[in-house]
């Protein structure tokens, strides 16, 4: 039997990159697992074998919905955005869309999800995408940065609530990972190469990387772990 047989997951974002990942590995491991997101998760249904649960997590209060139907078990938080300016110029829908989606929609779908958990008396696992930007401040992303502290923040916090609840609340800082999101960047000789070398494992991460550490925080095995958040990183924080 795999550690997650007969659980089941919900994970944001699902239709691409990390989030895709997450929920392949998920289904690897034995869950069920709800593809939820604004987009359409067709491949990602196809790979798992799961369902899809169309959603927009710009917008918070709907996103809570999501707990309504069938019990979930696991959470993964990972739908998010990023938005690049220089502060001084930085406007207040780009503030506005990068906070709804990393951050509000993030504390108020895992208030739902602890809720449902709670409601029934079970036990649960939170799972939060944050990122370096959780330690670092970055260049041209001050939304980013902020909603991404808070990400770490807010995985403290409710580890805190919700320990004696339960419900495992953790957080992952993927480092540098090949996705869409990363595409511009090494696409760009110059930073693509000023990011490699600094880089210990001397190579950018995969979804891969961030998937088996997600399935390890959503399984027995992480039950004494509570407010962590992992750097899966190649050793970036480390130098
Ligand atoms: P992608 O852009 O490939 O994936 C982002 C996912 O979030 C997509 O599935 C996207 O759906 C979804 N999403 C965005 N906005 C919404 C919304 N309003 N409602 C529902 N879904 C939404 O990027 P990554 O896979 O790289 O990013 C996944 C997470 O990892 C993010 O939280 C990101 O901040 C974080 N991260 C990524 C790093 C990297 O180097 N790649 C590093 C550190 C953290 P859609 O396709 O519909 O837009």
Same mark, same amino acid.
């Given at each position: 039997?795999?550690?997650?047989?007969?659980?089941?997951?919900?994970?944001?974002?699902?239709?691409?990159?990390?989030?895709?990942?997450? =929920?392949? =590995?998920?289904?690897?491991?034995?869950?069920?697992?709800?593809?939820?997101?604004?987009?359409?998760?067709? #491949?990602?249904?196809?790979?798992?074998?799961?369902? #899809?649960?169309?959603?927009?997590?710009?917008?918070?209060?709907?996103?809570?919905?999501?707990?309504?139907?069938?019990?979930?078990?696991?959470?993964?938080?990972?739908?998010?955005?990023?938005?690049?300016?220089?502060?001084?110029?930085?406007? #207040?829908?780009?503030?506005?869309?990068?906070?709804?989606?990393?951050?509000?929609?993030?504390?108020?779908?895992?208030?739902?999800?602890?809720?449902?958990?709670?409601?029934?008396?079970?036990?649960?696992?939170?799972?939060?995408?944050?990122?370096?930007?959780?330690?670092?401040?970055?260049?041209?992303?001050?939304?980013?940065?902020?909603?991404?502290?808070?990400?770490?923040?807010?995985?403290?916090?409710? =580890?805190?609530?919700?320990?004696?609840?339960?419900?495992?609340?953790?957080?992952?800082?993927?480092?540098?990972?090949?996705?869409?999101?990363? #595409?511009?960047?090494?696409?760009?000789?110059?930073?693509?190469?000023?990011?490699?070398?600094?880089?210990?494992?001397?190579?950018?991460?995969?979804?891969?990387?961030?998937?088996?550490?997600?399935?390890?925080?959503?399984?027995?095995?992480?039950?004494?772990?509570?407010?962590?958040?992992?750097?899966?990183?190649?050793?970036?924080?480390?130098?």
């Amino acid at each position: 039997m795999s550690a997650l047989t007969g659980k089941r997951a919900l994970v944001t974002g699902a239709n691409a990159g990390i989030g895709q990942a997450i =929920a392949v =590995a998920l289904s690897q491991a034995g869950a069920d697992v709800i593809c939820a997101g604004r987009s359409s998760s067709a #491949e990602t249904v196809a790979l798992t074998g799961g369902t #899809e649960l169309r959603l927009d997590f710009a917008d918070a209060m709907a996103a809570r919905d999501a707990f309504s139907g069938d019990p979930v078990d696991i959470l993964v938080n990972n739908a998010g955005i990023i938005r690049r300016a220089d502060a001084v110029d930085f406007t #207040e829908s780009d503030w506005d869309d990068v906070m709804d989606t990393n951050l509000k929609a993030l504390f108020f779908t895992s208030q739902a999800f602890a809720r449902a958990v709670m409601a029934r008396g079970a036990t649960g696992k939170i799972v939060n995408i944050a990122s370096l930007l959780s330690f670092q401040g970055g260049i041209r992303v001050p939304s980013y940065t902020a909603s991404k502290h808070g990400v770490a923040g807010l995985t403290k916090i409710l =580890a805190n609530e919700w320990a004696a609840r339960g419900i495992n609340v953790n957080a992952i800082a993927p480092g540098y990972i090949a996705t869409a999101n990363t #595409e511009a960047l090494r696409a760009d000789p110059e930073r693509s190469k000023a990011i490699l070398d600094r880089i210990p494992a001397g190579r950018w991460g995969r979804p891969e990387d961030i998937a088996g550490t997600a399935v390890f925080l959503s399984s027995p095995a992480a039950d004494y772990i509570h407010g962590a958040v992992l750097n899966v990183d190649g050793g970036w924080l480390a130098r």
